[in-house]
């Protein structure tokens, strides 16, 4: 019975476990990027939208800047700006080089038919899944598109090795 079921429960497992981290990565990401500006006051893990609802976009009570001083804020901003991309960079150079760049172009050669070493581990998708927030709000002009191309092919990539069905696909 189980046999039979087992590729729709791994079809279920790899769906909600993309929709969580790609709903996480976008919760995170929206928060750094306001975090560069200030903090919610009465609740410090809010982004800016959701603790000023209600609330005139300019004029919201509950939404503190660092400082009452432009400079200060934007020393703020540029600091903030400057330890998301290194904390990326040091976590991506340092644990999981294969997390580098989008890894659309090394998916697609994946799907082509050529196996490449520890590009889908579990290392490479927490990697991807910690730097990708941080470097969305570090103000870099990147996307999250592409990288979570490769974030969501690493997660289909781990599932099946809990269904004994599928461990020893010859196509790993």
Known sequence: MFDSTSS??????VGVSIGLVAAAIDIVAAWLTDVRLGYCQAEWYLPRGICCTGYPED?????RGWSS??????????????LFATVTAV?????APNAAGSGTAEVKTILGGFATKDFLDFKTLLVKSLALPLTVASGLAVGKEG???HV???IGNLWPNFF?????????
């Open 59 to 63: 004029d919201c009570p509950r939404w």
């Open 8 to 13: 729709w429960l791994l079809i279920l497992a």
């Open 152 to 154: 969501a092919c690493c």
């Open 147 to 149: 990288p979570m191309i």
């Open 69 to 82: 001083l432009y400079v200060v804020d934007w020393l703020f901003y540029i600091a903030y700006s400057t």
């Open 164 to 172: 004994q069905k599928y461990q020893r696909n010859e196509g790993e």
């Open 91 to 95: 976590i991506v150079v340092l644990i």
